[in-house]
C-alpha cells in the first residue's frame, strides 16, 4: 500500500519519566569527580594564569619585573610581522600535510584493504613512523637521510640526476613537512582503512550485479561512505600537527632565518630567548582563540561521530 | 534451446584465464604492498643500520650498505643515557598509572551509570585536548618555578596525565560501552552490588582494553618532547632531552645520532607494534572501533 | 528467451572439502518461478549467487538463455538481484538506489526517470518516497526499492535471496503473494532462495530441494509433497512435517505400535531385493484418521488392508480448525503427530486409534533414504 508511515506525536496524558533518584544522581557523579576535577585544576588554571600574564609585561630573567601593561603585549602581537608570518605558516604547513596525508591514507588504506601476502606485515611496516618519536624521527631525516655529502636520499635519488642537494637548507619548509606527512600518514591509513572496512559487503555486491566498474563503485558508494572517516581524519590530524614542534626544533631550529618558524617554535623563541612571559602569554591567547574557533568546528564533527555510536 | 556440453573445450578457457588473472592480480598488489611498505619503513630501517656502523663508516659517499657492524656508538648512548631513561620510565609509568586512576571511573561514570550530563562532560574533555599547550607554556613556567616544581618528575607525571587523560577517557568508555548490557542486567537481577558489578562482570571485559589503553598512553607520554624541553633541565630530563642533547654543536656525528635515536625510539616501536589494534581506537578517540 | 540451465555446476571452498554445490543439474525454463529450498549450508544461496556471478564455478557450467555465462562477469549477464538485507545504497535516494544499473548503462536521465517511477507504480510504492534515502523507509518499503531496483532493469532473470526473511509475519505473508502476482504479471524468469518450504510450496511453479550441496528433488509442489523421492524431501516439505520412524519388517509388513502396517507390493519387491530387516516408514498427519477400531485386530471384512496403530495422547495443538495431537506409540513406537478435528479433539491422556490406508503410507531405505518402490 502507498502509505507513507507518518510519525505520530504521542497523546498528551501529563505522564514524565521519574527519572534517577537525587541520590543516585549523586551516586553517578562521584566516580567522574576525580577526573574532572585534575582536568580542570590542570588544564584551565594555567590558562587562566596566562590570560593574567598576558596583560602583564614580565620578563624572568629579571625577577620581580612583572608589572601591568594593559593591553600592550596584544598591540605588539598584533604588529609583530614574526608572529604572523609563524600564524601562516602553521596553518599552511598543517594543511599541506594533512592533505598530502590523508591522500597517501586513502591509497594505502585501499591497498591494505586487498588481501595479499603479508599484508599484515606490511600494515606494521607503514604504521612505524607513527611511533618513531618525532624528535628521534627529526634527527634520522636531517642526519642519515637528507644529509648533503652523506644522507641516503641523495644516494637513492642520483639516477634520477640530483646531485648532492642540502634539503635542510635549500628547501627546509619542504622537508619539516615531508617528515610531518612521513609521520601522520599512518594515522589517516588506520582512520580510512577503518572505514572501509565498515563498508556492508553486499551492497558492494549489489553494484556488481547492477553494473559498476571498480572505478564507479569506489565514486559512487566507497567515497561517500569514507567521508566522515576522511573528515576526521583531517579534523584531528590538524589538532595534532598545528601544534608540532620536535621537527622543527631538531631540523631546522626555525630556519634558514624564519622559514620554518611555526607557532610552537615562535612562542618557544619568545619564552626561552626572549625571556618575555607577557608578550608569550598574548600571543597564547590569541593562538587559544584561534583553535576555539576551529575547535567548535571540530566539536560538532564529534557531535557527528556520535552517530557512529548511536547508529 | 542448446545444450553446451561440458565436452565443449572452449568453456575451460576462459576458466583457466580467470584464474591466471587473479593470480596476476594477487601478484600485483603483493608487490605493489612490499614496496610501499619498504619505502615507509626504509627511514627506520636505516637509522637502525647506521647505528651499528662506527663514525667513519657512516659518514661516506657513496652510503655503505656493507660493514662490519660495531657497538661503539651504542656504549657511548649507553653510558650517557642513564639518568634520562630512569626520567623517561619513571615520568611515563608514572603518568599511565594516574591517568588510569583517573580514567576508569571516569569512564565508568560516562557509560554504564551515566551522569545525566554526559555528552558535556565528554565534550569537554575532548576540548582539553584541542587547546594547544603551547600557548600556554611560558606562564606554565612561570607556574612551575614558583611552586617549586620546575625540573621536578613530578611535574611531567602531572602534565602527561593530563595530556593522556581525555583520551584514555574516551578508549576504556568505548570498551565499556561494549559490555552487553544485559550481562549487566542479570547481574543486578542477581543481587550485585555496584562492586560486584564492576570486578565480575565489567573488568574481564574490559581488561584487554584497559592494556591497549595504557599502551597509547605509554607510547605518547615517552615520546613528548614540548614540555621536557621547556620545563626540565637535569632532574627530570628524559630521552627527548637526550636526543637533543646530543646532537653537538659542531661537526657531524651521524652514526651517533642514529644509535642514540633507536635507542629512544625501538622501546615504543615495539609497544605499537603490539598494540596495533587499539591504535586506531585510540587515534580517533574510540569514534572508530 | 531466458531460461537457464545449470549443467554439473560446482562450487568447492578449500581443496578436498565437500562442496557446496555438488554437481547441480537444473534446467529452469523461460518465464518459470524456481525456488530453491534447503536447510542452511544446503548450497542454495550458493547456487544463486553462481547465477549471479558473485560465486565462480569450479566444475561445469551455468547457461543463460543459450549462452555460456561461467566466466561472464556479473554486470554482462543481465541478471538483477535482490538480496537479504536488500543493500541498497545507504547515500543515494530511493531514485538514485533504483536508477544506479541504468546510470551504469548510461541512460539518458529522462528515460531512467521515467522507468523509477513506472517501478514504482508497479510497486505500489509512493512518489514522495523517492527523494529518501533509505535510513528513513520502514523495513517493508525498503524491500520494495529492493525489489523495485531489480525491476527497472527489466532483466531476463530475476534472482533473490530470502528477500523475506527480514519481515515479520504478517508483512512475509501479504508480501509473499504480491512477489508471486508480479512475476506473473512480469513474466520474467526468477530463482527465489529460501529456507521456508511454505514459501516454497506457495510460490513456486516448480521447486528444487536441496541438501548438502546436492540436487534431492525438483518439481512441482504438488508432486513434491505426494511423491517425494527420498527421507529428507518428504521429511522437509509439508508442514507438520510427515512422521518417520523406523519399523522392523516381519511376514506381511512392517511392525509399528504393536501392529503390522501392510505394504504395497512395490515396496515388498524391493525390501525383498535389497534384503531389508527394517525401513522407515512416513505417514502424514493427516493421514493418520481417528478411529473407534479396536487395535487387538477385530479387523472387519473387507479392510484388511487399514492398519490401527495405537497410542496415548501427549500434548494438543490447538489451530481453531484443527488440532494437533502428539501421540505416544504403544510398544515403543515412537511419537507422531496426527492432525484432528479442532472442536472434537481427545484429551491428553487419552487412550486412541489411527487408522491408516497402506497406500498413504511410504516407505524408505534406512541406510540411503531413498523412497522404496520397485
Redo the contacts between chains.
Sequence with gaps: MAVLEDVTSPPATGLRPRGVSRRERWQRRLPLLPALIYTIVVTQVPFLVTLWYSFQSYFWNEPGSAHWAGVSNYKEVFTDPNFRSALVRSVTMTAIAVIVAMFLGVLLAILLDRKFYGRGVVRTLIITPFLVMPAAAALIWSGPMLDPSFGLLNWLLQPFGVHHVAWLTTHAYGSVIVVMIWQWTPFMTLIVLAGLQGQAQDILEAAKVDGASAWATFRELTLPHLRPYIELGILLGSIYLVTAFDQVRLMTNGGPGTSTTTLPFYLYQKVNFAFDIGGAAAAGVVTVILTIIVASFALRMFARVFQFEDA | MTAITAADAPARTPRQSRRARELSGQVGWTVLGWVVGIAFFIPVLWMVITAFKPESAAETWPPQFTFSPTLSEFRLVWGGMGPFIEHSAIATAGSTVLVLVLALPAAYALSIRPVGKWRDSLFFFISTKMLPVVAAIGPLYVIALKSHLLDSIWLLIILYAAMNLPLAIWMIRSFMLEVPGEMLEAARLDGAGRIREIVEVIMPVVTPGLVSTALICVIFAWNELFLALNLTVTNAATMPMFLISSVPQEGLYIAHLSAAATVASVPVIIVGWIAQRSLVRGLSMGAIK | ?A?V?Y??ASRVYAKGAQPAVDALDLTINDGEFVVLVGPSGSGKTTALRML???E??DG??I?L??R?I??V???DRD???V???Y??????TVAENMG??LK??HVAKPERDRRVREAARIL???E??LGRKPKQL?GG?RQRVAMG?AIV?EPKVFLMDEPLSNLDAKLRVQTRTQIAELQRRLGVTTVYVTHDQVEAMTMGHRVAVLSGGKLQQFASPRELYDNPVNQFVAGFIGSPAMNLQTASLTDGGARLAGTVVPLKPEVRTAVARDKLTELVLGIRPEHLHLTDADPAGRQQPGTAATAVLAGEVLLVEELGADALLHVRLADEGGTVVARAEGRRSPAPGTRVSFRVQPADVFAFHPASGARLAG
Design positions: 528467451m531460461a540451465e549443467q554439473q549471479a556471478g558473485l565462480p564455478l561445469g557450467q547457461v538463455a543459450g555460456d561461467s566466466d562477469q556479473p554486470k541478471i538483477a538481484m538480496f537479504q538485507n543493500a541498497l545504497y545507504p547515500n543515494k544506479f544499473a551504469m548503462q505500489d510504492l509512493d514522495r518516497l520502514s518499503q531496483r532493469r
